[in-house]
């Protein structure tokens, strides 16, 4: 869920990391099937206020490495 913007490094231990994870992927089986929909919205939102500052340095991290992707592709044959 890029929406959260969060990687393993920003978790202490590959547990906790893989635990997140599962609870994604639970989040959107639940949203797909339509199950508890307004929970899982609030708690993304909770998510998403709580962990603002760290999601944009991820956001940015992104941007970076997708910038430097395409600038070392510049010139190149496809």
Same mark, same amino acid.
């Given at each position: 869920?890029?929406?959260?913007?969060?990687?393993?490094?920003?978790? @202490?231990?590959?547990?906790?990391?893989?635990?997140?994870?599962?609870?994604? /992927?639970?989040?959107?089986?639940?949203?797909?099937?339509?199950?508890?929909?307004?929970?899982? /919205?609030?708690?993304?939102?909770?998510?998403?206020?709580?962990?603002?500052?760290?999601?944009?340095?991820?956001?940015?991290?992104?941007? /970076? /490495?997708?910038?430097?992707?395409?600038?070392?592709?510049?010139?190149? @044959?496809?």
């Amino acid at each position: 869920m890029s929406l959260l913007a969060i990687s393993q490094d920003d978790f @202490p231990s590959l547990k906790v990391y893989n635990d997140y994870k599962e609870e994604v /992927e639970v989040m959107i089986l639940y949203l797909t099937e339509g199950i508890d929909v307004a929970a899982i /919205e609030e708690k993304i939102a909770k998510y998403q206020e709580e962990n603002a500052e760290q999601i944009n340095i991820n956001h940015a991290r992104e941007a /970076e /490495e997708l910038a430097a992707a395409l600038a070392s592709c510049k010139g190149q @044959p496809h």
